[in-house]
């Protein structure tokens, strides 16, 4: 069965971005040594579904920082805006989260990265999300784009694994607890 996995950064305050989609404040003091478990995360993951507003963000950086294969969820994006050299590793879907992810077991994935604010909060709600990580950076940046919108119910989730960091960062672990 496919299950939705996140693993994601926010501040103290909720953001996991600014509001231009900065990420600068992520760069904490203290950090550079510490490995949070964000390779062995990735190792046990088939593939990433992330939003436009994520993969234009990822793009800016340096180097395609993901050699798993990439669907990139957008209305917006035309095969004609992806590079020649991610043709390979990244498509793109107008799917909603379900029929996604129908889609994607149907080709052999079983475990799913959702990443970017609102594709996060679609899955929720869709209820794709199996378990989530998430790192609290000490810092609060006072606005942005938060994790978490508006949900028709609560979501429970029971608490897997607490680490904390000599940076202080604060990695949390929940899974989502099943229906009774």
Not at 31 to 48: K, N, Q, R, S, V
Not at 118 to 146: N, W, Y
């Amino acid at each position: 069965m496919i299950t939705g996995h996140v693993f994601v950064a926010c501040s103290l305050d909720g953001f996991i971005a600014r509001s231009d989609h900065g990420l600068d404040w992520l760069s904490h003091p203290g950090t550079e040594d510490e490995e949070h478990g964000y390779e062995d995360f990735l190792a046990g993951i088939d593939g990433i579904v992330m939003g436009s507003a994520s993969y234009r963000k990822v793009r800016s950086f340096p180097e395609w920082p993901y050699d798993k294969p990439v669907v990139v969820l957008s209305e917006s994006l035309r095969p004609e805006d992806i590079p020649e050299d991610l043709h390979d590793r990244l498509r793109l879907s107008r799917a909603r989260p379900v029929r996604l992810m129908e889609t994607l077991e149907a080709e052999g994935w079983r475990n799913v990265y959702v990443d970017g604010g609102a594709v996060i909060q679609s899955f929720l709600r869709a209820g794709l999300i199996s378990e989530m990580t998430i790192t609290h950076v000490p810092v609060l940046i006072g606005s942005g784009r938060r994790l978490f919108g508006a949900l028709e119910e609560d979501i429970p989730f029971d608490l897997m694994e607490t680490r904390s960091f000599r940076s202080g960062l604060v990695s949390t672990r929940y899974r989502l607890r099943p229906k009774a």
